[in-house]
């Protein structure tokens, strides 16, 4: 089985968020098994370092489309462990400074997403499903439909389309139709949504299959509270919206082997997580007390929840704990946690950036992991968390629910609460205090959180299951 798996972002080679640490895991956890050859293709950033490039051999050049234009594209191939990637170059898109945030980033990403089904002859890789990812690489389906499919070369490819946050959807003006895409106006029901042009609800009609990084974002998204409005073009579909939960790369985050953190530990020797936790608090300068130090490592944006740590700062403050905080993002919040550093640098630190090493000073020195989200497809971060022992606080949606269970029940790893609320945040702080307090019973439930499998296992067993079943059924178009 021959899987080409799209990204705009992959591990090692380029991150922003979550979508990279899937890219850079799951085709590795696939290529596991026998049989399945899962490559990558992704664009050759500038932040790509000349020493990487180095390694890379060069396969040779072709020439893409992009509407009226003829753009260059050279092809490089790198084997990291089992998995081959391919980066595209294009200087003029990608030797930039970022991933994102271009005013032609529409231009950039039709011209990726060509360019991922234009290479195939020329890598001699004739897959037989390609798995792309999030809007950047929805227009696959729809050139794959329009332009593709009918072409010897090309026949018989399944294409799937993985959506990690629905909010990000590649929303432009219709003129890109004809300027960018060059595919016949009469095509234009494929990608017109609300009057716009919509990247992602071109996937949505054209991809064999739709998935998504967890069960309960699979249904959440049907519904236009968590939707961006997208639960119209959804459910046009006849199929159901298959929900996967994502692993977490366990060799990598690994307590027992980390080389960032101040002392390695086990599950079944926790002293060294006592080490990590003095040293962070030493590192942030955050005073020492038998109160919980919480972690929070985030985007600083509205879907995490930060409104709801605002609200309830000021009483989380009073019960004593600490905070060790690691993100960016919007302005206001930025500015909202430096203002509480300053008036409480010994219970608050806020680091501003993305700072992977403090990151996993963070998983491993904390004792709680603050994750109110208002939507999360998947997260991952709470699944670190619990790998170094680290107790999350999470809000009952997407792959929290799917990841988090309530000390209250059976098998309880974390603290959950259900209402978009600050109170019941507060109350399931106030809960996670509690049990802090009685070492016995937190230590009991540190281990069992630690013990739990967040390994690529299963869930790549699903993705296999997933590609077996499209690849025996005809294609809906057909
Ligand atoms: C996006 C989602 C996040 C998910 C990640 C990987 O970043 O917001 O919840 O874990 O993709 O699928």
Redesign the pocket.
């Known amino acids: 089985m021959k899987i080409l798996f799209a990204a705009s972002e992959a591990l090692p080679f380029a991150a922003s968020?979550?979508?990279a640490?899937?890219a850079g895991s799951l085709p590795a956890a696939l290529n596991e098994q026998p049989g399945l050859d899962c490559r990558v293709v992704m664009p050759l950033y500038r932040s790509i370092q000349p020493k990487t490039r180095n390694q890379m051999t060069y396969l040779g050049d072709i020439t893409v489309e992009v509407g009226w234009r003829k753009q260059y594209c050279g092809i490089y191939q790198i084997t990291v462990g089992k998995v081959t990637y391919y980066l595209l170059d294009n200087p003029y898109y990608f030797m930039r400074d970022g991933m994102y945030g271009f005013h032609d980033d529409c231009e950039r990403f039709v011209f990726f997403s060509r360019a991922v089904l234009e290479i195939l002859p020329a890598i001699e890789f004739q897959p037989n499903i390609i798995h792309c990812?999030?809007w950047q690489t929805a227009m696959i389906p729809v050139f794959y439909n329009i332009l593709y499919k009918y072409h010897q070369e090309y026949e018989n490819i399944k294409i799937i389309y993985?959506i990690?946050?629905i909010?990000y959807q590649g929303v432009y003006g219709k003129e890109v139709i004809t300027e960018l895409m060059g595919i016949p106006t009469y095509h234009t029901n494929l990608l017109e949504f609300d009057g716009m042009v919509n990247l992602m609800k071109g996937a949505f009609e054209t991809a064999d299959r739709i998935s998504?990084?967890?069960p309960t974002?699979a249904k959440e998204i049907l519904d236009p509270w968590y939707s961006y409005g997208m639960d119209r073009a959804l459910v046009r579909r006849q199929d159901p919206i298959i929900g996967i939960l994502?692993g977490i790369d366990v060799n990598g985050y690994n307590p027992e082997t980390d080389p960032n953190i101040a002392k390695n530990y086990t599950a079944a020797e926790l002293q060294g997580k006592k080490v990590c936790r003095k040293a962070l608090l030493q590192e942030c300068g955050l005073q020492d007390s038998d109160a919980p130090v919480l972690g929070i490592v985030t985007r600083f944006v509205a879907?995490k929840g930060i409104q709801l740590v605002q609200q309830s700062f000021q009483e989380m403050l009073q019960a004593g704990c600490r905070f060790a905080i690691l993100g960016s993002g919007e302005r206001f919040y930025e500015d909202f946690f430096r203002e509480m550093q300053s008036a409480y640098p010994e219970q608050v630190h806020v680091t501003i950036g993305f700072v992977p090493a403090l990151a996993r000073r963070i998983y491993a020195g904390a004792d709680m992991f603050l994750m109110p989200?208002q939507?999360?497809?998947?997260?991952?971060?709470q699944m670190v968390a619990m790998r170094y022992g680290t107790i999350p606080i999470v809000r009952e949606t997407?792959?929290l629910k799917d990841s988090v269970r309530d000390v209250g029940g059976a098998n309880g790893n974390g603290f959950t609460f259900k209402t978009y609320d600050a109170y019941d945040m507060q109350n399931a702080v106030k809960r996670g205090c509690e049990l802090f307090a009685d070492k016995r019973k937190w230590n009991a439930l540190v281990r069992r959180a630690m013990k739990c499998d967040f390994s690529w296992n299963v869930s790549a067993q699903k993705y296999i299951e997933m590609y077996q079943e499209l690849m025996d059924a005809q294609s809906i178009f057909d």
Do not use: F, K, R
Request: aromatic share 4%.
């Open positions: 968020g979550g979508l640490d899937v990812n999030d993985t990690h946050n909010q998504t990084v967890s974002y994502n879907h989200s939507n999360e497809p998947c997260g991952l971060a997407g792959g």
